[in-house]
């Protein structure tokens, strides 16, 4: 089944270009394979991503984001 999953999360320390450079470089490579896609905005101090893809692949990809120490 195909699911949209919305999220925000805080940051841990300030938003730099290179951080969500990395980010981006990172989910273009595995969300592709994974066949997921989605939008990954910032502003205001926080970040807000959308993830559309199989709901199996798309639980398992939000439990590896959130264990992520990079946010909160
Ligand atoms: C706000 C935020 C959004 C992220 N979005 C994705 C994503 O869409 N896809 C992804 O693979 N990693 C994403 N990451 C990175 C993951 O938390 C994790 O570091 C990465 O998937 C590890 O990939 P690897 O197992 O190939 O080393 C995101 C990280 C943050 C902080």
Redesign the pocket.
């Known amino acids: 089944m195909l699911v949209r999953l919305l999220y925000v ?1 805080q940051p841990v320390g300030p938003i730099t270009t290179t951080m969500t450079t990395l ?1 981006l470089e ?2 273009d490579a ?2 592709k394979t994974e066949n ?1 896609t ?1 939008v ?1 905005c910032q502003g205001s101090g926080l ?1 807000m ?1 959308v ?1 559309e893809g199989e709901r199996s692949k798309v639980n398992l ?1 939000y439990s ?2 959130m ?2 120490r ?2 909160q």
């Open positions: 999360s980010i990172k989910s595995n969300n997921i989605g990954l970040w991503q993830l990809l590896k984001i264990a992520d990079n946010h």
